[in-house]
């Protein structure tokens, strides 16, 4: 069955620790996002990207960084410059324009400081 | 720039009730409207897809409507059931080809 996957299912970082989110998927989509949901906020978009070797940065992508150097992977790095980086993070796919289909979405990485 | 709003932001039913969510978004120049469910603790599930240029779309028990000029979308959840308890949150894509969530209602169906 095609769909996105992210691991791990929960992460917790120490002071000052980068620390790396996975998301794959086999949905042969071009274009993959990431965002945060904080409690009773919707989603807020950190980084996307269109195609493989190009991305752009979102609403909230200070102290974030990603890369996308295959189609399937776009992996998320919560940097020690995010002071606040206890969420749920999502993982989401759709086709290049983002126009003809549904996005579709992973079951999220629930990221907590320790 | 583009907002989205979903009023309420909870809602508490009757098993077998039919109920309207409601999301209404600032520019109406988008290009489609998408409807999503989200159980605690996980992904979003998608509902519905409805193109600009369309006015609704129907799945099973679920219906949701398009005005563009007006700004609003509902969804309608015919004869209701426990398992229907969720979040449902709507998002819109517009000419920066991002999504633009609402915070969502969170539904509670009681048996």
């Known amino acids: 069955d095609g769909g996105i996957t992210q691991s791990p299912k929960y992460l917790f970082r120490k002071e000052g620790q980068n620390v790396t989110l996975s998301c794959e998927q086999n949905?042969?989509?071009?274009?993959m996002y990431w965002y945060r949901q904080d409690p009773g906020q919707g989603l807020r978009l950190i980084y996307y990207s269109q195609i493989v070797n190009d991305f752009q940065k979102g609403d909230i992508a200070e102290g974030y960084s990603v890369s996308r150097e295959k189609k399937e992977s776009f992996p998320l790095t919560v940097t020690s410059a995010q002071k606040n980086p206890t969420a749920f993070y999502l993982c989401?796919?759709?086709?290049?324009?983002?126009?003809?289909?549904?996005?579709?979405f992973g079951d999220g990485t629930r990221l907590s400081i320790l | 720039k583009q907002e989205v709003t979903q009023i309420p932001a909870a809602l508490s039913v009757p098993e077998g009730e039919n109920l309207v969510l409601n999301c209404s978004f600032t520019?109406?120049?988008?290009?489609?409207l998408q409807w999503f469910r989200q159980d605690p603790g996980k992904g979003l599930t998608s509902l519905l897809l409805?193109?600009?240029?369309?006015r609704e779309q129907t799945s099973g028990r679920l219906n949701a409507s398009l005005d563009k000029s007006s700004g609003r979308s509902t969804l309608y959840i015919a004869a209701s059931q426990p398992g229907d308890s969720a979040t449902y949150l709507c998002a819109v894509i517009s000419g920066t080809y991002k999504y633009i969530f609402g915070t969502g209602t969170r539904l509670k169906v009681l048996a």
């Open positions: 409805i193109q600009s240029s369309q």
């Open positions: 520019d109406s120049a988008i290009y489609n």
């Open positions: 989401a796919s759709n086709t290049q324009d983002g126009l003809r289909g549904p996005q579709h």
């Open positions: 949905l042969n989509h071009d274009a």
